[in-house]
T-cell receptor, first 116, second 110 residues
Framework: NAGVTQTPKFQVLKTGQSMTLQCAQDMNHNSMYWYRQDPGMGLRLIYY???????DKGEVPNGYNVSRLNKREFSLRLESAAPSQTSVYFC???????????????FGSGTRLTVV | SQELEQSPQSLIVQEGKNLTINCTSS?????LYWYKQKYGEGLIFLMM?????EEKSHEKITAKLDEKKQQSSLHITASQPSHAGIYLC??????????FGAGTRLTVKP
């Protein structure tokens, strides 16, 4: 099925450990995004990539790095995890065709990360 | 900072009742999206509104954007347990930057 695939679905880290969240889309979308979702805060943009080879900071980039490996893949890295990074992380993608704009962003199913 | 204010934060209704969720922005909205999220899942697109006064319906869900394009409402008629979940509004504030409301958690009691 076409869409956005995120791995892993669940992860527990110890403070100071590092990890990379993977995201891949097969809809030929140019733009990809990483959001975090916290209770009462809605979704907040961490980083985005408007096209292959470019990345930009969003609203809450501190403590994260990203890589747009190719048009399909956009990874999010936590170099030294902190308890404040406990959250649900969503990857999304969007395109520029008329139908893409009408349907907004396509989201992955999320990664539930706990940092202890 | 939160660009969109959603109300109420949570809602519990009896099956069969109607309900309304609101999304308000201090700035003009140029594209307002409604999504639904079930626990443990990603966001599913419901509807997108662009024009002032626009109204769209899908099955028992109707979304409206006011004439000033600063407020949107989502109305569910004759709610069912399948409508339960978190409803989020999202709006583009610039290219490649969609902001979201905090969400409204809907519970439908059978």
């Amino acid at each position: 099925n076409a869409g956005v695939t995120q791995t892993p679905k669940f992860q527990v880290l110890k403070t100071g450990q590092s990890m990379t969240l993977q995201c891949a889309q097969d809809m030929n979308h140019n733009s990809m995004y990483w959001y975090r979702q916290d209770p009462g805060m809605g979704l907040r943009l961490i980083y985005y990539s408007a096209s292959e080879g470019t990345t930009d900071k969003g609203e809450v980039p501190n403590g994260y790095n990203v890589s747009r490996l190719n048009k399909r893949e956009f990874s999010l890295r936590l170099e030294s995890a902190a308890p404040s990074q406990t959250s649900v992380y969503f990857c999304a993608s969007s395109g520029i065709s008329r139908s893409d704009v009408l349907y907004g962003y396509t989201f992955g199913s999320g990664t539930r990360l706990t940092v202890v | 900072s939160q660009e969109l204010e959603q109300s109420p934060q949570s809602l519990i209704v009896q099956e069969g009742k109607n309900l309304t969720i609101n999304c308000t922005s201090s700035k003009t909205l140029y594209g307002l999206y409604w999504y639904k999220q079930k626990y443990g899942e990603g966001l599913i697109f419901l509807m997108m509104l662009q024009k002032g006064g626009e109204e769209k319906s899908h099955e028992k869900i109707t979304a409206k954007l006011d004439e000033k394009k600063q407020q949107s409402s989502l109305h569910i008629t004759a709610s069912q347990p399948s409508h339960a979940g978190i409803y989020l509004c999202g709006a583009d504030i610039s290219n490649n930057d969609m902001r979201f409301g905090a969400g409204t958690r809907l519970t439908v009691k059978p």
